[in-house]
C-alpha cells in the first residue's frame, strides 16, 4: 500500500514519454485499476449499509450509545482490512507490469498512443477514512531564541546581553496519542541537539580560575565576547493537542498540529563541548579572531523543564535548566531560553 503511489508516479512519467502505449498494457493497466476502485467502493457502499443497520438498532434502543459507537468502529476496521487484503494483490499485479515496461519486457506497438488511468480519491483516502492519522506522528523540530543565565533566582541586571544572547535547537520527535478515541493527550519524546550562546556585556569574557570560572574585563577592545555551550538532549513533553476530531461516515478522524498545543515536561543530556570566541584588533589593527576549547568547568550532564503554547506549528518556547552552568561556581547561575518552536509533520 505505501508502495503504490511510487509506482503510480513511475506510470505516469511512463506514459508521458510515449512509453505505454502497447495496447496490451494498457489493457492489463486499467483493468486493474477498474478492479481497484471497484473494490473500494463496493466496501464502502457494504460499510454505510452496516453503519445504517445499527443506527437503526441505537435509534430502537437495542443498542446504546457506547455500545453503537463500538460495533461501528469494529465494522469500520473490518472492511479497512478486507479492503487492503483485497487490493495488496493488485497492486503487486500493477508493479509487475509496471517493472516489466520499465525492463523493456513489454515492447512498443504504436508509439502514437498514450493512456491516462484515473484512480478515484476514495482510493487514496479510505484509509484514513477508516483510521484517521497514524497514531504515533514524527516531527522535524528548529526552535530559536534569546538566552541569559539566572543569578540569584533574577534575571535583571544581567552580565549578558539580553537580545544578542541566542539559544537555537533543531531535532526530531515522535508523537503519540495516548488514548485511542481521544486526541487531547499526547506523548511527546525525541532528540535534539542544543546551541546556548552568551554574550557578556562591559567588554568581559570568560576566564577559568582552578575551579572557578569567573568573568574578567579585557584588556584589549572585544568586538565579540560568545560563549557557546552545545548538548545532546532528549525531550519528553505530555502534550495537550486541541485539535478536534472530524466524523466521516460516523468514523472517527484524527489529526495533530491543526489546533491549539501545550506541552508541559523537561530534557536531560549531555555536553557535547564549550568553545569561547573573541573577536578584537591587534596592535597593528588587524582583526583576530581567537576560538578557545575547553570545558570552563562547566557540568556536562544537564537537564531542566520547559514547555511551550502555540498554533500549529508555531510556539512560544520556555526552557530552564535545573543544572547549574558551572559546577564549582560560588553562585550557581542557570541556563533560561525563551524564544519561537516549529513542528513540523
Not at 82 to 89: D, N, S
Not at 194 to 221: C, I, P
Amino acid at each position: 500500500m505505501r508502495n503504490f503511489k511510487i509506482y503510480l508516479v513511475v506510470f505516469v512519467c511512463l506514459f508521458a514519454n510515449k512509453m505505454l502505449a502497447q495496447e496490451s498494457f494498457e489493457n492489463k493497466a486499467k483493468d486493474i485499476a477498474s478492479r481497484i476502485e471497484i473494490i473500494v467502493k463496493e466496501e464502502k457502499k457494504e460499510l454505510k449499509t452496516e453503519v445504517e443497520e445499527v443506527n437503526e438498532q441505537l435509534e430502537k434502543g437495542e443498542l446504546t450509545k457506547e455500545e453503537a459507537d463500538k460495533k461501528k468502529k469494529t465494522l469500520s476496521e473490518a472492511r479497512a482490512n478486507t479492503i487492503e487484503t483485497k487490493v495488496a494483490t493488485l497492486e503487486e499485479e500493477l508493479h509487475v507490469l509496471v517493472q516489466e515496461k520499465v525492463d523493456g519486457k513489454i515492447k512498443d506497438v504504436d508509439t502514437s498512443k498514450t493512456i491516462t488511468i484515473h484512480f478515484s480519491k476514495d482510493y487514496f483516502s479510505h484509509k484514513k477514512c477508516f483510521n484517521g492519522e497514524r497514531r504515533t506522528t514524527s516531527q522535524f523540530v528548529f526552535a530559536l531564541g534569546v538566552n541569559n543565565l539566572v543569578t540569584n533566582e533574577q534575571v535583571a541586571n544581567s552580565d549578558f546581553k539580553y537580545w544578542k544572547s541566542h539559544f537555537y535547537e533543531w531535532g526530531f520527535t515522535y508523537n503519540t496519542r495516548i488514548l485511542k478515541e481521544d486526541n487531547l493527550l499526547h506523548f511527546k519524546y525525541g532528540m535534539s541537539l542544543m546551541y546556548n550562546n552568551l554574550r557578556a556585556t562591559d567588554n568581559r569574557y570568560f576566564e577559568k580560575n582552578g575551579k572557578q570560572t569567573d568573568l574578567v574585563v579585557s584588556a584589549v577592545h572585544l568586538d565579540e565576547s560568545r560563549f557557546r555551550n552545545v548538548y545532546i538532549v532528549v525531550p519528553l513533553h505530555l502534550e495537550f493537542d486541541f485539535t478536534k476530531k472530524e466524523i466521516r461516515d460516523d468514523v472517527n478522524y484524527f489529526r495533530t498540529h491543526k489546533g491549539i498545543r501545550v506541552g508541559l515536561g523537561g530534557y536531560g543530556g549531555f555536553r557535547v563541548k564549550s568553545k569561547q570566541i573573541l573577536c578584537f584588533d591587534d596592535a597593528s589593527g588587524n582583526g583576530v579572531e581567537q576560538r578557545t576549547k575547553g570545558n570552563y568547568n562547566v557540568n556536562d550532564f544537564n537537564y531542566g523543564l520547559s514547555t511551550y503554547v502555540g498554533y500549529r506549528s508555531t510556539s512560544l518556547y520556555l526552557k530552564y535548566d535545573l543544572q547549574p552552568l558551572f559546577e564549582k561556581n560560588v553562585v550557581d547561575q542557570n541556563n533560561i531560553s525563551l524564544g519561537l518552536r516549529f513542528d513540523f509533520n
